[in-house]
C-alpha cells in the first residue's frame, strides 16, 4: 500500500522557519522524482520544489528561501522553509512522481501570520 505522509506543519511568525518532512512507503522511493506542491485559499495547487538525485528546482517565489532535500535509505523528502512570508501560507503536499504513476500525500497546513 502506498502511503506519503507529511509533518512538520504549524504556525510560525512571518520571518520564521519550518521544516516539512515526508515520510513515504509502498513503492520504490529512489526511482521517483520527489516533489513538494502548496494550496493557498482559492487557489489552484502549484509546484513549488522537485528532486531527483542531485538535481533539484524550485519555483521563483521560493528560490533562495526553500530547499528541497530527500535521503532514500530513509525514504524521506524535506522541505527547509526559511524567511517565510504570510504569502507562504498553504496547505502544502508531498509528491512522489514517475513516468508511469504519481502518488500524493494528505497535505500539512502552514500558516505564517504575525
Same mark, same amino acid.
Given at each position: ?21 515526508? $515520510?513515504?512507503?509502498? *513503492? !520504490?522511493? =529512489?526511482?521517483?522524482?520527489? +516533489? ?25 517565489? $521560493?528560490?533562495?528561501? *526553500? !530547499?528541497? =532535500?530527500?535521503?532514500?535509505? +530513509? ?40
Amino acid at each position: 500500500q502506498v502511503q506519503l505522509v507529511e509533518s512538520g506543519g504549524g504556525l510560525v511568525q512571518p520571518g520564521g522557519s519550518l521544516r516539512l518532512s515526508c $515520510v513515504a512507503s509502498g *513503492f !520504490t522511493f =529512489s526511482s521517483y522524482v520527489m +516533489k513538494w506542491y502548496r494550496q493557498a485559499p482559492e487557489k489552484e495547487r502549484e509546484l513549488v520544489a522537485g528532486i531527483i538525485g542531485s538535481f533539484t528546482n524550485y519555483a521563483d517565489s $521560493v528560490k533562495g528561501r *526553500f !530547499t528541497i =532535500s530527500r535521503d532514500n535509505a +530513509k525514504n524521506m523528502v524535506y522541505l527547509q522553509m526559511n524567511s517565510l512570508k504570510p504569502e507562504d501560507t498553504a496547505v502544502y503536499y508531498c509528491m512522489a512522481d514517475s513516468r508511469y504513476s504519481h502518488y500524493w500525500g494528505k497535505g500539512t497546513l502552514v500558516t505564517v501570520s504575525s
